[in-house]
């Protein structure tokens, strides 16, 4: 360890707010990176899901009102 | 051989695939990324020259050198998708875009910050920035392109010859900025190249450019698989995974 | 197949001859822009000789630029491009003669001009015979890089933009050469390995950009 209390780490010498800073953007980067499309792929199964919900409450009314029409 | 690149050519093959590698990539991949920025944050040794400043350097380096592989990962794509016409090599096109442009985009970020306490400037005329921000506009244009088109399969061949003309044009970009840069090279800012790093400084960064190549391949396979849920989404193996999924959550509710 | 070729550059250049205004048009660009130089940067000629070769490049590239995207839209519109993407003779070669025809109409009339608008920006007279030379070698090359950006976005209803976005990170190192030679020429040296350079990367861009326009304009046709 460079350094001794948690005030050193965060000011390096002065040149913490820099080195800091690129190290919390690269964090938000690699979040995105990671997360944009897990986050894209979960979207796009529910829309899927929500599409196929519908049809198949349709086919169901659809069989229902053909029945009643039998009888 | 050929089944094996028959099945490649497979979404729910590709699908299932890169799921389960991602069950250890992801892991292994933020534990690296975590493991190198302590070491580099923390553990290596300040720079004699630079002091604290120069730890930007591992992440900046690591971002640079995986987003101009990137490139080349994305050209090798789109000649697979030209000569083989395979839609998964589109897709892989598609995905290597945004990815690498995110990476160049977090290297001049991390220059110019990196500049700032160093130079004393946030924005040198330096040959590499200067060359990452062409390979930026390499990306952005990539993708305008690809949005520009209506026919998804065209955009995706569009890209592909775009992105080999790009492969044959980086080499001459970089050594002709090299060149103008040693040409114009101002007296006041000189670079002295330290070719040989202290290997205290040398082993995390090592560590950081390995970390960010299984990144660039997570998150490649990750965009992969929601463009291949995008495109398939009305086919029946799709249909047949989002029931399976939802049938499990149900039966977690009841 | 050499008399599809003369039959291709002649239709070009009788087409460009009718519409002159559109040939007429770069270099009008190219005067405007110059004059735009010394009223941004301050009559000083002292000034005006460092920044010459640097204007005069840009100013030709942008000139360049404006004008690739028409290469191959008149043809596209009326069917042209269609029946020479069936035709059983290899696209490469036809595409070839648009880019020929492109920089005889926009290259070599900066290129002759040019002398003018050097002597306009105080560039000094012993650099204006390469400021032509590497002229003539680069608006080749621009032209050559141009056709492929053309050749991509030409079936594209929302082109615009999208064009220099594609084609100027590729002509940076043709930039870099140009103005070098200039430089260089101003400042009493030899630009000979600059032009060489040039002409290095005109062999090239001849080479392989025909078969990379070809691709693209097989794209453009199937997308219209």
């Known amino acids: 360890m460079q350094f001794d209390t948690v005030a050193e780490a965060l000011n390096m010498a002065g040149h913490g707010a820099y080195v800091w800073s690129v190290y919390g953007v690269s964090l938000v980067a690699v979040t995105v990176l990671l997360l944009g499309p897990v986050l894209r792929s979960r979207r796009l199964q529910r829309q899927q899901l929500a599409l196929l919900r519908s049809e198949l409450a349709r086919q169901q009314r659809a069989s229902q009102s053909n029945a009643e029409g039998e009888e | ?219 490649l396979l990750l965009y992969m698989r929601s463009e291949i849920l995008r495109r398939e989404s009305s086919t029946n193996w799709v249909r047949k995974l989002v029931l399976a999924k939802a049938g499990q959550g149900s039966a977690n509710a009841v | 197949m050499g008399r599809l070729l003369a039959a291709c550059l002649r239709r070009q250049l009788l087409l460009a001859v009718r519409r002159p205004v559109e040939v007429v048009n770069p270099l009008v660009f190219f005067l405007l822009v110059v004059m735009l130089f010394p009223l941004g940067i301050g009559p000083d000629p002292r000034q005006l000789t460092e920044f010459a070769p640097a204007v005069l490049w840009i100013v030709a590239l942008l000139a360049t630029l404006l004008a690739v995207e028409g290469m191959f839209r008149g043809d596209f519109d009326d069917g042209t491009l269609e029946q020479l993407v069936l035709a059983p003779q290899p696209l490469f070669l036809p595409a070839l003669t648009y880019v020929f025809a492109h920089w005889l109409l926009t290259g070599l009339p900066l290129t002759l001009l040019s002398p003018l608008f050097a002597l306009m920006l105080q560039l000094p007279g012993k650099a204006i015979g390469t400021l032509m030379l590497s002229l003539l070698l680069g608006t080749a090359v621009l032209s050559l890089i141009g056709g492929i950006g053309a050749a991509l976005t030409v079936g ?59 691709a693209g304009l097989r794209i453009s046709v199937d997308a219209g």
């Open chain 2, 1 to 219: 051989m050929w089944t094996w690149f028959h099945k490649f050519g497979s979404p729910p093959w590709l699908y299932s695939i890169a799921g389960s590698i991602l069950r250890w990539l992801v892991p292994i991949t933020v534990i690296l990324l975590a493991v190198g920025a302590v070491w580099g944050l923390l553990y290596a040794p300040p720079d004699f020259r630079q002091g604290n400043s120069y730890r930007i350097m591992f992440v900046h380096v690591p971002a640079s050198v995986v987003a101009l592989a990137g490139y080349y990962v994305m050209a090798t794509a789109g000649a697979v998708s030209l000569i083989w016409r395979m839609k998964m090599a589109d897709i892989a096109l598609r995905s290597c875009a945004p990815i690498g442009a995110m990476l160049t985009f977090l290297g001049l970020l991390s220059g110019a910050v990196w500049g700032k306490p160093t130079w004393g400037t946030w924005w040198v005329w330096d040959a590499r920035v200067t060359s990452m921000l062409v390979l930026f506009f390499l990306y952005v244009g990539i993708i305008a392109l690809y949005e520009a088109f209506d026919n998804e399969e065209l955009a995706g061949k569009a890209c592909a010859v775009l992105s080999l003309v790009g492969t044959v044009n980086i080499p001459i970009i970089y050594k002709s900025v090299d060149w103008w840069y040693s040409l114009h090279q101002p007296a006041s800012i000189k670079f002295t190249e330290d070719s040989t790093m202290d290997g205290s400084m040398l082993r995390p960064l090592l560590l950081m450019i390995v970390a960010f190549y299984c990144l660039f391949a997570s998150s």
């Open chain 3, 156 to 214: 594209l209803k929302r082109g615009g933009i999208l064009i220099s976005l594609l084609i100027i990170p590729f002509y940076v190192p043709v930039l870099i050469f140009g103005s070098a030679a200039v430089q260089f020429a101003a400042a009493g040296n030899s630009a000979q390995p600059q032009l060489l350079v040039l002409g290095g990367m005109l062999s090239l861009a001849v080479a392989l950009a025909p078969f990379a326009i070809a």
